[in-house]
């Protein structure tokens, strides 16, 4: 896929992970771009090529997904927490606008509460904010059990969350979230036991611990199962000043609408 705005991919050594991110070059303050779980920094591409925000852009594989190291334990959201702030520091990158989805969103909405001097926006984008418990077993056993396939072509066919995704969103995706076996299997580049655990993690609710105060955006796919209305009308409500909105799409966002998603944010950032 020929982007117009392609990213250099690049490695950082941290405390206890070997990351792995994809830079585009453009101004400060960066716009940081948090995954959901069990995927990778491109689910990004597509929006970052949409944006015309002149910001330079950030995606980190996070551990245990895409080219990041894949720790044996440390998927809890502290550990995902510490490698942020490791990743910053190293860059030397002092404030972000904030850009996470799903798990992601999640982080984004820590890491403003927990750093809000290094968070100078925040867009969150379906967020698992507290994830229905049936939904989340039944993605971890997803997660186990197509983790491998026969072919990439079977692979792409069975991506999670894909139905309203372009063909050429899924050639590029599939292309970058599968290892090559012998005789023509793959299998997913993440770590299924870091991911399971970072998924049932998600049950949890965490509405007691945000305390954002810098100005936010919520988002949901309308057709979102992961992220009611009701929770978004409650996280708005919780952050000062915070703006909701819906987007044509469902769970994840970013590969089902990535253009209007880069509007929004377009818009939003821009404002500041």
């Known amino acids: 896929m020929n982007f117009i705005r392609p990213a250099r991919a690049a490695r950082l050594p941290l ?3 070997d990351a792995h991110y994809l830079d585009w070059p453009g101004s400060d303050p960066p716009v940081l771009l948090l995954h959901p779980n069990r995927t990778n920094a491109r689910v990004w591409d597509f929006v970052v090529d949409a944006s015309a925000l002149p910001n ?8 245990g997904h895409g080219l990041s190291g894949y720790p044996e334990r440390g998927y809890g959201y502290a550990d995902y927490l510490d490698d942020l702030v490791h990743l910053l520091d190293r860059l ?3 404030r972000v606008h904030l850009v996470g989805a799903a798990t992601g969103g999640n982080l984004g ?21 507290s994830l229905d418990p049936e939904l ?9 059990r197509e983790f491998r396939f026969a072919s990439l072509a079977e692979a792409r066919a069975r991506m999670p969350f894909s139905a309203r995704w372009s063909e050429a969103m899924k050639d590029h995706y599939s292309a970058h979230s599968f ?15 870091g991911v399971v655990e970072t998924e049932h993690l998600l049950e949890t609710p965490i509405w007691d ?21 009701a929770n ?9 000043g915070a703006r909701g909105a819906e987007i044509d799409a469902d769970h994840r966002v970013s590969q089902d609408n990535p253009r209007a998603l880069a509007a929004l944010i377009d818009r939003f950032v821009g404002a500041l």
Do not use: N
Not at 181 to 187: I, K, P, Q, R, T
């Open 136 to 144: 989340s077993r039944r993605v971890r056993e997803q997660m186990v």
């Open 92 to 94: 030397a990158i002092p």
């Open 56 to 63: 330079r852009f950030l995606a980190p594989d996070a551990r």
């Open 209 to 229: 611990r945000i305390a954002v105060r810098c100005p936010t955006l919520a988002i949901r796919g309308a057709g979102s199962e992961v992220f009611p209305r």
């Open 15 to 17: 405390p206890g992970l």
């Open 232 to 240: 978004m009308e409650r996280l708005c409500a919780l952050i000062p």
């Open 109 to 129: 909405l820590l890491l403003a509460s927990a750093h809000p001097a290094r968070v100078a926006s925040l867009v969150v984008v379906d967020p698992g904010v």
């Open 179 to 193: 290892r090559a076996l012998d005789g023509g299997a793959v299998e997913w580049r993440y770590f299924p036991p």
